[in-house]
Each structure stands twice: as C-alpha cells, then as structure tokens.
C-alpha cells in the first residue's frame, strides 16, 4: 500500500475504526528517536496552546534546522500539527493520534481477560486524572 500525504492522503482507518499495522509502525518510528520523543513530550505538556517551532528549539536546545527534520518526521506520522500565527509556525501535538496509537497497541492485550490490562488502564488513569481543585479555606 502506498501513502501519499496531503489532502488526498488515505484514511488511518479501515471501516472498522481500528488503525492499520502501517500506521501505528510510523507513529511508533517517529517516536523512536530522542529528539523526536522529547520534543513531542514537551508538545504534550503544552497543549493545548502548543509552542512556536523557535521556543521548541530552545527549550530542547537543539538547532532549529535539526529540529524541522524532526517536526517534519512527527507531522507525516500525524503526531504533531502545525499552524501559522503569523510569523511563526506553533506546533502542537495531536492527542487523538497518540490516543489511537496508544488504543491500537492494547487493543488485543487482554484477549477478552479484562484483568490482565487492568493495570496498565489503571497506571493511566493515575497518571492522567484531572486534578481536583482544592476548596479555599475562608
């Protein structure tokens, strides 16, 4: 199967909603790198205002060449998407990508024994819960 990316670019997923072995592949690839997986950490923990290409340099401090190549790696794996406010280009990371990654990846672990992932769904939720907000004293 060939994957052109643009506006004809194929869906990510057959009619079953499930993301194809292809796509989870490059996802994960891009993620397999240092750089890439730092910069699309940080992406993360600022969305969802995301971060200007030239903050991300410099918080990763990594040359902003070098980190196009790598921006560029996680925007064909839809990890990340970008936009033009107007000098700059803001990037961002794209949760439901990683969402469906993640889905794809633990889709098929408890093979209908719901026990044997429960502690990977319960690390996630710990780790991922919304904070409460704590009740001013008066």
């Given amino acids: 199967m060939r994957f052109r990316f643009g506006l004809t670019e194929p869906p990510y997923f057959h009619k079953s909603g499930y993301m194809e072995t292809e796509e989870a592949v490059l996802a994960l690839a891009a ?77 098929d672990c408890c093979g209908g024994r719901p026990e044997v992932c429960a502690p990977v769904v319960e690390s996630l939720q710990a780790c991922c819960s919304p904070k409460r907000k704590e009740k001013s004293r008066a």
């Fill in 31 to 107: 993620l397999a790198q240092s750089t890439r997986l730092e910069a699309f950490r940080t992406l993360v923990r600022h969305e969802p205002e995301g971060l200007a290409a030239g903050d991300l340099a410099r918080l990763l401090e990594v040359p902003q060449n070098t980190l196009s190549a790598h921006l560029s790696i996680l925007t064909r794996a839809r990890l990340v998407t970008s936009e033009r406010r107007s000098r700059s280009i803001v990037y961002r990371a794209n949760l439901g990508e990683f969402r469906d990654v993640a889905v794809f990846l633990l889709r």
